[in-house]
């Protein structure tokens, strides 16, 4: 059964850092793409960021590049984001995500809450 | 960055009619286009993807339809469970960008 799990959200004042991580099982971890999905508290879907499976494709929403980077680690079966110079509207549920053999996301884990506020 | 523009933002039906959401890209994604669904309090379920294939256990009342920058998802016949909010989203390009969502309420 696949299983991510997201950790390392939580409240954070405006301007400092934060990293999450998702922990991927039952499933061949490098052999897939990994991507962020965020959602504000009542609001839609946002794509964050993608990474290929060997690290050598990388992406970024035009909201957060420059301040988050995405990394993995075949090795931990692991996914990261790192966020930094954060601000009021990075504040969502973010989602860890699976990219299927078609391409497209085909698991999401259940999220983990980063609040940004003073 | 690729726009995806949905409509309409909110569809009002009852179970048994037939639902019709669009979803409109500013540039053309070719086929890269997939559907979401989501309801409260869970992740998104993907639906159908390169436009026009459905996901695995996906029932055939769901379809999809359109190429380049116009598509199309069709609910043939509403089931009480459809209701819920429908998103598109494109991997042509980097960023892979979602609509903003269509939320399908029970009138």
């Known amino acids: 059964e696949v299983q991510l799990v997201e950790s390392g959200g939580g409240l954070v004042q405006p301007g400092r850092s934060l990293r999450l991580s998702c922990a991927a099982s039952?499933?061949?971890?490098?052999?897939?793409?990994m991507h962020w999905v965020r959602q504000a508290p009542g609001k839609g879907l946002e794509w964050v960021s993608g990474?290929?499976?060997?690290?050598?494709?990388?992406g970024y929403a035009d909201s957060v590049k420059g301040r988050f980077t995405i990394s993995r680690d075949n090795a931990k079966n692991s996914l990261y984001l790192q966020m930094n110079s954060l601000r009021a509207e990075d504040t969502a549920l973010y989602y860890c995500?699976?990219?299927?053999?078609?391409?497209?996301?085909?698991?999401w884990g259940q999220g983990t809450l980063v609040t940004v506020s003073s | 960055e690729i726009v995806l523009t949905q409509s309409p933002a909110t569809l009002s039906l009852s179970p048994g009619e037939r639902a019709t959401l669009s979803c409109r890209a500013s540039?053309?994604?070719?086929?890269?286009l997939a559907w979401y669904q989501q309801k409260p309090g869970q992740a998104p379920r993907l639906l159908i993807y390169d436009a026009s294939n459905r996901a695995t256990a996906i029932p055939a009342r769901f379809s999809g339809s359109g190429s380049g920058t116009d598509f199309t998802l069709t609910i043939s016949s509403l089931e009480p469970e459809d209701f819920a909010v429908y998103y598109c989203q494109q991997r042509s390009n980097w960023p892979h960008t979602f609509g903003q969502g269509t939320k399908l309420e029970i009138k």
């Open positions: 990474i290929s499976w060997n690290s050598g494709s990388i």
């Open positions: 540039q053309s994604v070719s086929s890269y």
């Open positions: 995500a699976k990219v299927g053999i078609s391409g497209w996301i085909d698991y």
């Open positions: 039952g499933f061949t971890f490098d052999d897939y793409a």
